[in-house]
């Protein structure tokens, strides 16, 4: 490994020993740039990797609400703006009881990525708590979202830092972050959060940007490999909520056969196809567990999970799309994929795939379409809603959706030429890697140390 990538890897070992998941987004990126870096000697002078792999500034903060029961509570909010290189920080929030420092700077580090390959003016950014949404009333989300904001609402602004929705933040808790933010600062600032409701401020498509763009990368990458499609191919996706659930919209609509979703506790397998509908009612609608989907359809399958490794990737399939979480695809789960057949795998979740599973997948010949912009589709988005509330004007559904699928497309031949300029075809890893990385450094040079 070209040394100075070597010195950096060892620094930020040691500089954040308790934070894996942030040093593992951060093995991913270094090990793949090196021919970058030998190109340019003059980055190290510059320290361009370490400013990059530096948050501009990391904000936590109290969060006290007070439960259905009277009974004071307090959470940990965070705030991970990493860079503003090219745009206002952008990025989710996420509420689960596993948010943590390292989770969050892995999220707002993969995100300065995934944001420049989209193209369009936004920096990267993260946040969150370690907030439990599971089995709370409408009302404790409603306090606590407003208590988070009450915080948050002075480190945010539409030219600053635009939050949005991930893992346990939907379309109700952005409504209730809008109002407390609109409240506090008296001015409809419309752009200040993405994922708004359709109707005061939010985009048509948002919601199933996500999974449709991974979607749309997919059917991309496939074409691009011996003329494949969507038709006919049996496709597996982990999770069941908003990227996985628009995943599957698109995907059976492009004539595949989505046979198997999860939640944390365990997947259903439907050998008829999943009906998708029930899902949505099922999560959307009720947020009651997938193993409700039996009381639609009884001769669908229900394993229950027992292990780290989720009995979804056990299920033969020609396409996987992890859409739950990080470090979901183990090297365990990479293998029996690989057993069974799989050809192609997407990453609709951040980081759902570790190092080793990555490089069975590749070297078995799968092919392996990383979050960074497979993903990407949702922040992209994003984007074309703050540029809606700048304009004070709406697209059509039709409108954002062909804009999303150009974006896809676009990036996915962003990852392929920077694969292969670099020589590495075929890895989208690096592609997307070099891309993402060899313009924030061109930005970092232009902007002078800072
Ligand atoms: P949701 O909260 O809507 O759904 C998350 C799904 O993943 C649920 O089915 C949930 O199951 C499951 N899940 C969450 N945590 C775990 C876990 N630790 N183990 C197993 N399953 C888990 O989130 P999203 O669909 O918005 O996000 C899913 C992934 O996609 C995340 O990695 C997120 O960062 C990424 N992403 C999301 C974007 C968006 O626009 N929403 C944009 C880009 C990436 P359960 O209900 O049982 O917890």
């Known amino acids: 490994m070209n040394e100075y990538l070597k010195k950096v890897l060892d620094e930020i070992k040691v500089k954040n020993a308790s934070e894996p998941e942030f040093i593992q987004a951060a093995d991913e990126v270094l090990t793949t740039i090196e021919p970058v870096i030998e190109k340019h000697p003059e980055f190290e002078n510059q320290a361009i990797l370490e400013r990059m792999l530096e948050p501009e500034r990391v904000i936590m903060f109290r969060v006290p609400w007070i439960d259905d029961n009277g009974k004071t509570q307090v959470n940990r909010g965070y705030r991970v703006q990493h860079s503003s290189l090219i ?23 993969e995100q300065i990525f995934k944001n420049a390959l ?40 539409q030219d600053v830092d635009v939050p949005a929705g991930d893992i346990g933040v939907g379309g109700r808790e952005i409504g209730y972050l809008f109002g407390q933010f609109k409240r506090i600062r008296n001015a409809y600032e419309g752009g200040v959060l993405t ?26 990458m496939l074409k ?39 939640d944390s506790n365990g997947c259903i397998y439907d050998e008829n196809g999943i009906d998708l509908a029930a899902i949505k009612q099922i999560k959307e609608v009720e947020r009651k567990r997938i193993k409700e989907y039996l009381n639609y359809h009884p001769n669908a ?60 997948f590749q070297k078995n010949g799968v092919l392996f379409a990383p979050a960074k912009a497979a993903n990407a589709g949702g922040v992209a988005t994003s984007a074309i809603e703050m540029s809606q509330n700048s304009m004070r004007y709406y697209y059509t559904f039709d409108e954002v959706d062909k804009k999303l699928e150009q974006i896809m497309i676009n990036i996915y031949y962003s990852c392929k030429n920077a694969a292969k300029e670099y020589g590495c075809e075929g890895d989208y890893v690096a592609g997307a890697n070099i891309a993402a990385f060899s313009k924030l450094a061109k930005a970092m040079v232009a902007q002078g140390i800072v």
Request: net charge positive; glycine share 14%.
């Open 87 to 109: 745009g206002p920080y952008k990025g989710g929030l996420r509420f689960h009881p596993t948010v943590n420092l390292s989770v969050m700077k892995f999220l707002a580090f």
């Open 195 to 220: 994922g708004k409701g359709v109707g005061y401020g939010g985009s048509l498509a948002r919601t199933e940007a996500t999974g449709y763009g991974l979607v749309y990368y997919m059917r991309e």
């Open 118 to 157: 989209t193209g369009l003016p936004i920096g990267g950014g993260k946040g969150g708590s370690d907030f439990n949404p599971k089995g709370k009333s409408d009302n404790e989300i409603m306090r606590f979202c407003q208590s988070f904001m009450t915080e948050l609402y002075r480190h945010i602004g």
């Open 301 to 360: 399958k229900y394993t229950e999970r027992t292990s780290d490794d989720s009995p979804i990737w056990e299920i033969k399939t020609d396409i996987a799309l992890p859409c739950a979480t990080q470090n979901e695809v183990s090297l365990n789960s990479a293998k029996k994929l690989v057993a069974n057949g799989v050809i192609a795998v997407g990453e609709g979740a951040n980081m759902p795939t570790p190092k080793d599973a990555i490089e069975f």
């Open 224 to 262: 691009n490999h011996d003329n494949q499609t969507f038709e006919g191919k049996t496709v597996t996706i982990s999770g069941s909520g908003n990227v996985a659930i628009y995943a599957c919209q698109k995907a059976q609509q492009l004539g595949a056969k989505v046979v198997a979703m999860s």
